[in-house]
């Protein structure tokens, strides 16, 4: 008998948000700057200079990467003063918890030489996306399809990457530990997505989990390599998303079920996420909805 084999369910969330490719002159330098996404940078001529604070200065060139974690206040320069340098950035997110955070542990804010199998296949996707984007042979879903597709490869590689790599952290978690975790992060899911206006915190959390709100933090961090806040940031972005894509609801509706004081704050929040306000965000998906017809009108949902 043939073997029975079951398709899993997919449900991803890529965002790809301020990439591009820029030819800067000697002695450039970007202001200091944090993002609620992870950056990667990928120096393609010349050489730059990242200074992240509280970590030092890191000076790369050509074919060398770096992932900057989110939240990390950091600058970027031209490492001469007189030869140009051509980079490429791009911001990202990643809807799994267990890949960011493995990320955020064994990878970001560090130098990742060219010669490295996860610098090439940053650089790949870099370059394929600037390709795409430049490629005015294909129609804008063309576009899109083929920058997710470099997207998605590259994730492929840093899961494939982690496999290999021993973890930078010496001190391990226990079983007990994880299983805490895991909860947690379960039950906030579940309160995010579920609640029509979340109302919760981590204290209360943790009570349900039968632990201190102080270790409740450091176990989570521990484990998981981020925040219980940026978690819970990043499952409020998540539904706030969600909410949009539906063509009933309004972002008056969609702020109030998000429970923020006021639609300008729930914008400016949802701006800080996503680099974009929510009308943007809503045009976006109004513009991937609508199809060609015979009549050259009318939207597929």
Not at 56 to 72: E, H, L, N, R
Not at 147 to 156: C, E, H, R, W
Not at 168 to 182: G, L, M, N, Q, V
Request: with cysteine; glycine share 6%; charged share 20%.
């Amino acid at each position: 008998m043939k073997p029975f084999i079951p398709i899993p369910v997919v449900d991803s969330s890529l965002y790809l948000f301020g990439g591009h490719q820029r030819t800067v002159p000697g002695g450039w330098q970007f202001f200091e700057q944090k993002h609620q996404a992870f950056e990667l940078m990928c120096v393609v001529d010349g050489r730059q200079t990242t200074t992240i604070k509280d970590l030092g200065a890191y000076d790369y060139g050509s074919g060398d990467v770096m992932i900057i974690s989110p939240g990390t206040l950091h600058t970027n320069q031209n490492s001469s003063q007189d030869a140009e340098m051509t980079y490429i950035c791009f911001h990202f997110s990643i809807e799994s918890l267990e890949l960011k955070s493995e990320l955020l542990r064994n990878i970001v804010n560090a130098v990742i030489p060219a010669d490295q199998p996860l610098a090439q296949a940053a650089m790949t996707a870099a370059t394929t996306i600037v390709a795409a984007s430049a490629d005015r042979t294909l129609n804008k879903e063309q576009a899109n399809l083929k920058i997710q597709i470099a997207v998605l490869t590259f994730f492929y590689a840093i899961s494939a990457n982690l496999q290999s790599r021993p973890s930078k952290e010496a001190a391990k978690y226990s079983e007990s530990e994880a299983k805490t975790s895991r909860l947690i992060a379960s039950l906030i899911k579940k309160n995010i997505s579920q609640q029509e206006i979340p109302s919760f915190s981590f204290e209360t959390i943790c009570q349900q989990v039968g632990v201190s709100s102080g270790y409740g933090h450091r176990t989570f961090k521990k484990v998981y390599g981020v925040t219980p806040l940026h978690y819970i940031e990043g499952q409020k972005y998540n539904r706030a998303k969600r909410l949009l894509g539906s063509p009933d609801h309004s972002i008056e509706c969609v702020a109030y079920q998000m429970g923020a004081s006021s639609i300008s704050n729930f914008s400016k929040q949802f701006k800080k996420w996503s680099g974009i306000t929510p009308s943007r965000y809503q045009h976006q998906l109004k513009q991937k909805r609508r199809v060609r017809t015979v009549k050259d009108s009318g939207y597929f949902e």
